[in-house]
């Protein structure tokens, strides 16, 4: 039994400033994902700085309508929250179809997204991994291959991010709202998760000591309102995507207006497909054009011959949930497609 230092700071610089000082200190939130790394010997820290009982439990709406979402607001209560479930279903949804209930009721918004990947290999010290033990190489190339990334791996590592939320905020074009030594930054979603390339062990753009302090969603709109998160995995419950979408579309009579889509289950960050929004906006909405433009999205897909059903997978989710999207939009005004 490793002996740890447990430490309540009394504020979020006090907690910040005790976890920068000490390179073998870490933060305790919700701890989901840090206990269960502690218990398989992933990782030994020295000190605990237990972040839980800040008072960051919030959920408010600021002046110019954004909703700022505190970083220890519990994934149950987040997901039941009024204006969450109206104004932006997508994060409902993707927090529903998470871990269970007992696990929703204990993780924290802020450790959803530091969630680190669910790799076998990454799990198991007893096998390499450039994720865990940098320079010590890959176990999953050419390894049980079926939940690797399909898009931005490298030759260092082929893990996926398994946030369910971290999509859906991606997807909705969420801020992240951080505290350092040096003060508080904001991250764009898109920014604050990053590809593997040479440096595997480093999930995310945060320094250490950095603490997540909230997460910012845009004011309400019509595109947030009209989200969806549509999730594939291997059992109704209790299991990581293999591939995921979370999508948001706003029509003008057939042509789409705008929408937003990211994936999970491909890559080693939320997959912002951009490639695949441009190619839609302004275009006369169809499920060919839907799939077409995924296909471009994929083009850059490196697979293996047991990931590679992720391809037409990502594809159909995607085309499934745009289409409900665009029938309940149809729904809404009146229009027949």
């Given at each position: 039994?490793?002996?740890?230092?447990?430490?309540?700071?009394?504020?979020?610089?006090?907690?910040?400033?005790?976890?920068?000082?000490?390179?073998?200190?870490?933060?305790?939130?919700?701890?989901?994902?840090?206990?269960?790394?502690?218990?398989?010997?992933?990782?030994?820290?020295?000190?605990?700085?237990?972040?839980s009982?800040?008072?960051?439990?919030?959920?408010?709406?600021?002046?110019?309508?954004?909703?700022?979402?505190?970083?220890?607001?519990?994934?149950?209560?987040?997901?039941?929250?009024?204006?969450v479930?109206?104004?932006?279903?997508?994060?409902?949804?993707?927090?529903?179809?998470?871990?269970?209930?007992?696990?929703?009721?204990?993780?924290?918004?802020?450790?959803?997204?530091?969630?680190?990947?669910?790799?076998?290999?990454?799990?198991?010290?007893?096998?390499?991994?450039?994720?865990?033990?940098?320079?010590?190489g890959?176990?999953?190339?050419?390894?049980?291959?079926?939940?690797?990334?399909?898009l931005?791996?490298?030759?260092?590592?082929?893990?996926?991010?398994?946030?369910?939320?971290?999509?859906?905020?991606?997807?909705?074009?969420?801020?992240?709202?951080?505290?350092?030594?040096?003060?508080?930054?904001?991250?764009?979603?898109?920014?604050?998760?990053?590809?593997?390339?040479?440096?595997?062990?480093?999930?995310?753009?945060?320094?250490?000591?950095?603490?997540?302090?909230?997460?910012?969603?845009?004011?309400?709109?019509?595109?947030?309102?009209?989200?969806d998160?549509?999730?594939?995995?291997?059992?109704?419950?209790?299991?990581?995507?293999?591939?995921?979408?979370?999508?948001?579309?706003?029509?003008d009579?057939?042509?789409?207006?705008?929408?937003?889509?990211?994936?999970?289950?491909?890559?080693?960050r939320?997959?912002?497909?951009?490639?695949?929004?441009?190619?839609?906006?302004?275009?006369?909405?169809?499920?060919?054009?839907?799939?077409?433009a995924?296909?471009?999205?994929?083009?850059?897909?490196?697979?293996?011959?047991?990931?590679?059903?992720?391809?037409?997978?990502?594809?159909?989710?995607?085309?499934?949930?745009?289409?409900?999207?665009?029938d309940?939009?149809?729904?809404?005004?009146?229009?027949?497609?």
């Amino acid at each position: 039994m490793k002996e740890l230092t447990y430490v309540r700071p009394t504020d979020a610089r006090d907690a910040v400033a005790r976890v920068s000082d000490d390179p073998h200190a870490r933060f305790l939130g919700g701890g989901t994902n840090l206990v269960d790394h502690l218990k398989l010997g992933l990782l030994t820290p020295d000190v605990l700085v237990d972040v839980s009982r800040l008072p960051l439990d919030e959920v408010t709406r600021l002046d110019d309508g954004t909703l700022r979402i505190g970083t220890n607001v519990r994934n149950s209560d987040l997901a039941a929250h009024p204006v969450v479930r109206s104004s932006y279903p997508a994060v409902t949804r993707a927090l529903l179809a998470g871990a269970s209930g007992q696990i929703r009721n204990q993780a924290t918004t802020g450790g959803n997204l530091l969630q680190r990947t669910r790799c076998v290999y990454f799990q198991d010290v007893t096998t390499p991994c450039n994720k865990r033990e940098p320079g010590s190489g890959c176990s999953a190339i050419g390894g049980y291959g079926r939940y690797d990334a399909v898009l931005g791996a490298s030759e260092a590592c082929v893990a996926t991010h398994p946030s369910d939320l971290a999509v859906a905020l991606a997807a909705l074009d969420a801020v992240v709202v951080v505290l350092g030594r040096d003060g508080e930054r904001r991250v764009p979603m898109s920014d604050f998760h990053r590809l593997p390339g040479h440096h595997p062990e480093t999930d995310t753009t945060l320094a250490h000591g950095e603490l997540v302090t909230s997460v910012e969603l845009p004011p309400e709109s019509a595109l947030t309102r009209a989200s969806d998160y549509r999730k594939v995995r291997d059992r109704a419950s209790y299991a990581f995507a293999l591939v995921s979408v979370a999508a948001a579309l706003e029509l003008d009579g057939d042509v789409v207006r705008d929408v937003r889509i990211a994936w999970g289950g491909v890559a080693h960050r939320p997959w912002r497909a951009a490639a695949a929004e441009e190619a839609l906006r302004g275009e006369t909405y169809s499920e060919e054009a839907v799939r077409a433009a995924a296909e471009l999205e994929l083009a850059a897909a490196v697979t293996g011959p047991d990931n590679a059903y992720k391809i037409p997978m990502v594809r159909n989710a995607t085309a499934y949930a745009l289409r409900g999207l665009a029938d309940r939009s149809s729904e809404r005004t009146g229009a027949t497609r």
